[in-house]
């Protein structure tokens, strides 16, 4: 995986591109010096790290006269050394400017703001490998951009997690279910110690045409909300599902989404109440 340089000028789009490693598992360090950039290799190969990307743009124009000695250094020990930059036209950024309202950081007039960083920065974009235009990219089109030019994967997550009701729902999900209505093992003595992953439990819990029926259609909302979230550029979407105390329908419905739902790489975070769970 390369040791990757993102520059490009001020609302060229670098903070998407950022965003986009990190989400693809790169350790990111923004605005680093090019001096610093031969330890940053050091540190995160002592460490293990395999994807890193590093910025360096008009915000560290003080130490910019060490970029050619900085680069060399660098790439004689990563082959893999790719620099990234982008840009856009004059009037893209200034629209771009106005919306934000940000301030540039060389901080006079905007446009010759974007004149003297084009000049400022022409050394890092005389030696990139790659030179993305993203006058007419959206966010979602840059993002999808750097995925395909580093090979990455957009990897997607659906989260979840079992509670109960009597606990208090959990605030940090995208979606909460209430499967309260499947029967409760809770009043069977022989099922109440047990948990929703027991076998007998879940044979309890969803008896009869009804209760498959729901599941069902459950399992079936949750696959398409999702999904519809994957398609927007979400990595990742999560649904709580509850029960009365959180250790017997709950559980037995998540345990079942997880290997229902398994092509949308269904991690279980966790069964919340489960061991404090009272009335099923």
């Keep these: 995986m390369p040791f990757v340089v993102v520059s490009g000028l001020s609302g060229s789009g670098k903070s998407t591109v950022l965003r986009t490693l990190e989400d693809a598992g790169f350790f990111i ?31 560290t124009r003080h130490f ?25 036209n004059a009037d893209v950024l200034l629209k771009r400017y106005n919306f934000t309202r940000r301030e540039h950081p060389l901080g006079e007039n905007l446009m010759l703001d974007f004149a003297r960083e084009r000049e400022l920065l022409a050394p890092l974009r005389a030696i990139a490998d790659t030179v993305i235009d993203t006058t007419d990219l959206s966010a979602k089109d840059l993002g999808n951009r750097v995925l395909q030019l580093f090979r990455l994967e957009q990897d997607f997550h659906l989260r979840l997690m079992s509670f109960g009701f009597k606990h208090a729902p959990p605030r940090d999900v995208d979606m909460i279910l ?23 439990v879940a044979a309890y819990a969803f008896a009869g045409q009804d209760s498959e029926t729901f599941y069902a259609e459950l ?14 550029g979400r990595h990742g979407y999560t649904v709580g599902i509850g029960c009365t105390g959180g250790q017997h329908r709950s559980v037995a419905v998540t345990a079942r989404l997880a290997g229902d739902l398994k092509d949308l ?16």
């Design 29 to 59: 360090t923004d605005n680093l010096p090019p001096e610093l950039w031969g330890a940053m290799h050091d540190l995160v190969e002592a460490r293990g790290l395999d994807r890193v990307a590093i910025s360096t743009d008009a915000r």
């Design 64 to 88: 910019l006269d060490a970029l050619e000695a900085s680069y060399m250094r660098l790439s004689r020990r990563r082959e893999d050394l790719r620099v990234l930059f982008l840009e856009a």
């Design 178 to 200: 209430d499967v309260r209505s499947l029967p409760n093992p809770y009043y069977d003595p022989a099922l109440r110690p047990k948990t929703g992953l027991d076998a007998e």
């Design 219 to 232: 399992r079936d909302f949750v696959r398409v909300a999702a999904e519809r979230a994957r398609a927007t």
């Design 265 to 280: 790489n269904v991690d279980v975070m966790d069964h919340r109440d489960m061991k404090v769970g009272e009335h099923g």
